[in-house]
C-alpha cells in the first residue's frame, strides 16, 4: 500500500456495533470485506457496499486486507489481533482491548515489533464535545485541573461473562486518563452485584501523580439513564451532559471562591454552553485509524491506552 493508496479493511463480528463499522467503513469507501461465523449476515451486511462475505479464516489469508477490525466477544479479542498482526495487518480493535492487561501488553509488543497500527476503540475520545473539552482545558479556561468525575447510568445490558465495570467503566476510564496525562498512582474499586451474581455497580476511585483526583460512577442497574462527564478547575467547571441535545451538551461555569475573614464569599456564573457541531464519533474515529495507517502515525486511543484501561480494571476489580 503506497500513502497515496486507501487502504482496504475488513471487519470481523458482525454483531450491533459489527453492523456499525461495516456500514460506517461501506460510506467511506474503504470496506473490503466482512466476516463472521455466520456467512449469510456477513454476505448481506457486505452486499450493499460492494464487499464480499467471507469467513474470518479467508480474512487472514487476504494479502488484499490491509487493516481489521475486530467487534468480536472480549475474551477472543487478543487472540484474533494477534493472528492479524501475524498475518501484517493492522488492527483496530473494539474495546475492551482484551480481558487482561498481559493479553493486551503482548498485543501491544507484537504490533510494535511487527510495525503495525493497533487503535482501541474508545469512541468518546472522539466525540465533539469531548474534543471541545480538551481544547478549552488546553487554552486556559478551566485553569489547573483538580477533578473529574463521571457518572454512565442506566438499566442493562446483562452478560453472564461481562461486568458493568468491563462493560461501560472503559470508555469513562479512557477519557480521564488522557486528561490526566497518564495512569493512577492509586486505585480503589468499590463495587456490588444485585441481579444476576457478578458486578453491577460500582465505584472507581483514581488518585494521578500530576495532584488530579478522579471518580466515575458505573452502573447497569439503575432506574434513570446518567451520561454525565465533569470537569472541575481552579478558575471553572465544565459538564457534558451526552443526554443533552446538542446546543446543551457540553456547559461551562466560572466561579470564584475568597476567603473573607471566617467566611468565604463565592460565585457561579449561568452555564456557558460550547457552540457543537454534531458529528457521529464512530465516523471520526475510523477515519483516524485510516489516516494513521495511511501516515503513520501513533492513534490518539493506541494499545498502550487499552492496556492501562485494563490495569485500572484489574485494580478496581479486586
Same mark, same amino acid.
Given at each position: 500500500?503506497?500513502?497515496? +493508496?486507501?487502504?482496504?479493511?475488513?471487519?470481523?463480528?458482525?454483531?450491533? *456495533?459489527?453492523?456499525?463499522?461495516?456500514?460506517?467503513?461501506?460510506?467511506? $469507501? =474503504?470496506?473490503? /470485506?466482512?466476516?463472521?461465523?455466520?456467512?449469510?449476515?456477513?454476505?448481506?451486511?457486505?452486499?450493499?457496499?460492494? /464487499?464480499?462475505?467471507?469467513?474470518?479464516?479467508?480474512? &487472514?489469508?487476504?494479502?488484499?486486507? @490491509?487493516?481489521?477490525?475486530?467487534?468480536?466477544?472480549?475474551?477472543?479479542?487478543?487472540? &484474533?489481533?494477534?493472528?492479524?498482526?501475524?498475518?501484517?495487518?493492522?488492527?483496530?480493535?473494539?474495546?475492551?482491548?482484551?480481558?487482561?492487561?498481559?493479553?493486551?501488553?503482548? %498485543?501491544?509488543?507484537? /504490533?510494535?515489533?511487527?510495525?503495525?497500527?493497533?487503535?482501541?476503540?474508545?469512541?468518546?475520545?472522539?466525540?465533539?464535545? &469531548? =474534543?471541545?473539552?480538551?481544547?478549552?482545558? #488546553?487554552?486556559? @479556561?478551566?485553569?489547573?485541573?483538580?477533578?473529574?468525575?463521571?457518572?454512565?447510568?442506566?438499566?442493562?445490558?446483562?452478560? #453472564? !461473562?461481562?461486568?458493568?465495570?468491563?462493560?461501560?467503566?472503559?470508555?469513562?476510564?479512557?477519557?480521564?486518563?488522557?486528561?490526566?496525562?497518564?495512569?493512577?498512582? !492509586? %486505585?480503589?474499586? =468499590?463495587?456490588?452485584?444485585?441481579?444476576?451474581?457478578? +458486578?453491577?455497580?460500582?465505584?472507581?476511585?483514581?488518585?494521578?501523580?500530576?495532584?488530579?483526583?478522579?471518580?466515575?460512577?458505573?452502573?447497569?442497574?439503575?432506574?434513570?439513564?446518567? !451520561?454525565?462527564?465533569?470537569?472541575?478547575?481552579?478558575? $471553572?467547571?465544565?459538564? *457534558?451532559?451526552?443526554?443533552? @441535545? *446538542?446546543?446543551?451538551?457540553?456547559? &461551562?461555569?466560572?466561579?470564584?471562591?475568597?476567603?473573607?475573614?471566617?467566611? *468565604?464569599?463565592?460565585?457561579?456564573? @449561568?452555564?456557558?454552553?460550547?457552540?457543537?457541531?454534531?458529528?457521529?464519533?464512530?465516523?471520526?474515529?475510523?477515519?483516524?485509524? %485510516?489516516?494513521?495507517?495511511?501516515?503513520?502515525?501513533?492513534?490518539?486511543?493506541? $494499545?498502550?491506552?487499552?492496556?492501562? %484501561?485494563?490495569?485500572?480494571?484489574?485494580?478496581?476489580?479486586?
Amino acid at each position: 500500500m503506497t500513502q497515496s +493508496t486507501s487502504p482496504r479493511l475488513a471487519v470481523i463480528g458482525c454483531g450491533y *456495533w459489527g453492523a456499525n463499522h461495516v456500514r460506517t467503513l461501506g460510506e467511506m $469507501g =474503504v470496506l473490503h /470485506a466482512v466476516s463472521d461465523v455466520h456467512i449469510e449476515r456477513a454476505e448481506m451486511l457486505a452486499q450493499p457496499y460492494g /464487499a464480499k462475505g467471507v469467513m474470518p479464516d479467508e480474512v &487472514f489469508a487476504d494479502a488484499a486486507v @490491509d487493516a481489521v477490525v475486530l467487534a468480536l466477544p472480549a475474551h477472543v479479542h487478543a487472540e &484474533f489481533a494477534l493472528r492479524a498482526i501475524a498475518d501484517g495487518k493492522h488492527v483496530f480493535v473494539e474495546k475492551p482491548l482484551s480481558l487482561s492487561s498481559a493479553d493486551g501488553a503482548h %498485543v501491544v509488543e507484537q /504490533a510494535a515489533t511487527a510495525g503495525k497500527v493497533l487503535m482501541t476503540g474508545h469512541i468518546l475520545c472522539y466525540h465533539n464535545a &469531548f =474534543v471541545a473539552l480538551r481544547e478549552r482545558i #488546553a487554552a486556559g @479556561d478551566l485553569g489547573e485541573i483538580r477533578y473529574i468525575q463521571s457518572h454512565r447510568l442506566g438499566f442493562g445490558k446483562f452478560h #453472564a !461473562r461481562f461486568d458493568a465495570l468491563w462493560d461501560l467503566a472503559p470508555h469513562d476510564l479512557s477519557m480521564i486518563m488522557t486528561l490526566a496525562g497518564g495512569e493512577p498512582e !492509586r %486505585v480503589q474499586g =468499590v463495587h456490588r452485584g444485585v441481579s444476576i451474581g457478578t +458486578t453491577d455497580l460500582a465505584h472507581v476511585h483514581l488518585d494521578f501523580a500530576s495532584g488530579v483526583g478522579a471518580h466515575l460512577h458505573v452502573s447497569r442497574h439503575s432506574p434513570y439513564r446518567e !451520561r454525565r462527564f465533569t470537569v472541575i478547575g481552579s478558575k $471553572g467547571m465544565a459538564v *457534558w451532559d451526552d443526554l443533552a @441535545d *446538542w446546543p446543551k451538551k457540553l456547559a &461551562f461555569y466560572r466561579h470564584s471562591i475568597d476567603p473573607k475573614g471566617t467566611n *468565604w464569599d463565592f460565585s457561579l456564573s @449561568d452555564p456557558d454552553y460550547a457552540p457543537l457541531e454534531p458529528n457521529m464519533a464512530l465516523t471520526d474515529e475510523l477515519q483516524h485509524f %485510516v489516516d494513521c495507517i495511511s501516515t503513520g502515525a501513533t492513534p490518539q486511543t493506541d $494499545g498502550r491506552q487499552g492496556v492501562a %484501561v485494563l490495569r485500572v480494571l484489574e485494580k478496581a476489580g479486586k
